[in-house]
Nanobody, 124 residues
Framework: QVQLVESGGGLVQAGGSLRLSCAAS????????MGWFRQAPGKEREFVAT????????YYADSVKGRFTISRDNAKNTVYLQMNSLKPEDTAVYYC?????????????????WGQGTQVTVSS
């Protein structure tokens, strides 16, 4: 079992930055690929970014490419999402998720564990 706890959300003006953190407890963190997803009001949850277990490989949604950076510190059992140049359309609840195995995935159904989510609100 893996427990995930997100933090770092909040209210920020357009153009600003936030860094989300997701702390994992449980089994060997590096054995899990990690992903960030988000759900805006009235919309389906969507993929944002993912990172392999080693941290070597990453992949981003087109909507955040060049603005967001996913990273991980396996010694601290933590994955991060650095969000820069935020836009009002980035407003959503952000979830981190863990997938057993080293390879990342953009598909929600491939993830085994989910955090409770953290709210990010970007004002215009």
């Amino acid at each position: 079992q893996v427990q995930l706890v997100e933090s770092g959300g909040g209210l920020v003006q357009a153009g600003g930055s936030l860094r989300l953190s997701c702390a994992a407890s449980g089994r060997t963190f590096s054995n899990y690929a990690m992903g960030w997803f988000r759900q805006a009001p009235g919309k389906e949850r969507e993929f944002v970014a993912t990172i392999s277990g080693s941290g070597r490989y990453t992949y981003y949604a087109d909507s955040v490419k060049g603005r967001f950076t996913i990273s991980r510190d396996n010694a601290k059992n933590t994955v991060y999402l650095q969000m820069n140049s935020l836009k009002p359309e980035d407003t959503a609840v952000y979830y981190c998720a863990a997938r057993a195995g080293p390879n990342y995935s953009t598909s929600q159904i491939m993830y085994d564990y989910w955090g409770q989510g953290t709210q990010v609100t970007v004002s215009s």
